[in-house]
Every structure is written in C-alpha cells, then in structure tokens.
C-alpha cells in the first residue's frame, strides 16, 4: 500500500546519528544521502522493499511533528522491541507511554515500545507473538 514514509527534520546530522543506531537495530544499512532540487538534505533508508526517508522540509520552515500520526517497524522478536527502544533512547529519543511489553490493541496482544525521535516524531516498535 505505501511506498515510503517521510518524516521531517531540523537538524539532518543528527537524524542522521539517531536512524542509523535504531534502524540499524532492525538491520537496515546506511541511508541514500540526496539533496532535493531545493538543496535541503535528505536521507533514504531503504529496507525489505521499503523506503523510510528524513528530510528537511523544503519549505524552509521547522520540521513539525503530526499530532496522533505514529510510525510503527516490525520487529522479529520481543528483544528486538527492547533493544530498538533503548537503542532510541540512548541516542536522544525519548521514552513515551508504557514501558516495552504486551499489550491488548484492537489488532490483539502485540509487543510493543513507542519512542519520540530527537524531532518529536512518535516511533513504535512491533512485535506479533506467535498465535
């Protein structure tokens, strides 16, 4: 259904530090580093046919977070949960909501951890025990 999610920065190096530590938690290389036609940096993480992207926004102004918008990774296992949050963590995100566990959603019992990036943006990781 989605080609790629892009998120916005203020601060692209230190996106930069952030991504590749958590996502590199999930085994995603090195991100494409590509200027947009307006010069503004961005960087591409590509990974299992998707593509993450962090960019600077071209209109000139602040990178904004979306009120009630998260991003959620798959992870293969509950550890990988825990270690995508604390490598978060560790790296200038922020602990949000509940600490990393099980939790009853509507999509049944997942394991999860929600972070805020550097930016503010909420990441979840997600992990779906086996039934």
């Known amino acids: 259904m989605f080609s790629h999610v892009m998120v916005g920065t203020s601060d692209i190096e230190r996106s930069k530090k952030f991504y590749d530590a958590v996502l590199g938690t999930l085994g995603v290389g090195e991100p494409i580093r590509n200027n947009a036609k307006t010069g503004h940096a961005r960087l591409f993480y590509r990974f299992n046919g998707g593509t993450f992207v962090v960019g ?71 992990h779906r025990p086996e039934a």
């Open 56 to 126: 600077e926004p071209i209109n000139g102004e602040c990178a904004s977070f979306a009120n009630g918008g998260t991003i959620g990774f798959n992870c293969d296992s509950p550890e990988r949960v825990h270690q995508f949050h604390d490598v978060a963590v560790v790296h200038g995100g922020k602990s949000i909501e509940n600490p990393p566990g099980l939790r009853e959603t509507a999509m049944g019992t997942l394991y999860l951890a929600y972070v805020r990036d550097p930016d503010g943006n909420k990441l979840c990781a997600l």
